[in-house]
């Protein structure tokens, strides 16, 4: 087999598996898309959810103190019914009302730290609604991965070992740049030329419609053991059975 048809043979195969895995290859990005959104849904629910813990654990040392405040100013207070002077009974109402602000600070920092746990719970359970969502959107995209691959994944896999040994005549180096173009150009490594005007030998490049100078289509023709490339954007040419068969015919 000529190396151009060699080539062909490749580019067509390569083309079929492109096309194969192009759908798979989407169905598992729109997976992983789904699957980023919800490992940072999972971690702002956790950090929100430490929150909300060290909020309730600063409300709950509050209400210690409250009530320690509390104790103290019964305490007090009985003292205060059977004291014995005044002085006494003074210094002790003195504790009491200044026991009495400290408590009435406690109250409103616990308060607060309340509300605010009240909240960050409703931030919660907000968020934790979303995650169950975000869950059922990455369960569903996980099943289209998985139809995808049981649909063609075995196909997928023939037509690769079919395209690499179509590949194995061909020498490494042509293969590499086929490769590269081939990554250039999106898969699009080879290029048809197509006749514009046969008796002015006008042709031009598939790929990028430039017009061939007549060396190229020539060596097309004639040389089909050797790659002829587009001048301008490096694709590989090649020509149709039936374009060729007709300048053979007309020759
Ligand atoms: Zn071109």
């Given at each position: 087999m000529p190396l151009q048809d060699q080539l062909y043979n490749y580019f067509e195969l390569d083309q079929r598996v492109r096309a194969m895995r192009s759908r798979l290859d989407a169905a598992t990005r729109r997976k992983d898309a789904q699957q980023r959104k919800l490992d940072q849904l999972k971690q702002a629910a956790a950090e929100l959810d430490q929150q909300l813990k060290t909020a309730k654990a600063h409300a709950s040392t509050l209400q210690s103190e409250a009530d320690a405040i509390d104790e103290r100013i019964n305490t007090q207070r009985d003292k205060m019914n059977?004291?014995?002077?005044?002085?006494?009974?003074?210094?002790?109402?003195?504790?009491?009302?200044?026991?009495?602000?400290?408590?009435?600070?406690?109250d409103d920092a616990q308060l607060e730290s309340l509300t605010k746990a009240d909240i960050l719970d409703a931030e919660a359970k907000a968020l934790g609604e979303k995650v169950e969502a975000q869950s059922k959107l990455v369960a569903n995209a996980t099943k289209e991965v998985d139809e995808a691959q049981s649909e063609v994944g075995d196909k997928l896999k023939e037509l690769e070992v079919e395209r690499d040994a179509a590949g194995e005549p061909i020498s490494d180096d042509i293969r590499k740049t086929f490769d590269r173009?081939?990554?250039?150009?999106?898969?699009?490594?080879?290029?048809?030329?197509?006749?514009?005007?046969?008796?002015?030998m006008e042709y031009t490049c598939g790929g990028c419609y430039t017009l061939l100078p007549v060396e190229s289509v020539n060596a097309l023709i004639t040389k089909p053991d050797q790659i002829t490339a587009c001048g301008t954007c490096n694709r590989i040419l090649y020509v149709s059975s039936e374009l060729r068969e007709s300048l053979a015919a007309s020759k």
């Open positions: 059977s004291a014995t002077s005044n002085k006494e009974y003074s210094a002790l109402l003195v504790e009491v009302n200044t026991l009495k602000a400290d408590k009435s600070k406690v173009l081939s990554h250039t150009y999106d898969g699009e490594a080879m290029a048809e030329i197509s006749e514009q005007d046969r008796r002015r």
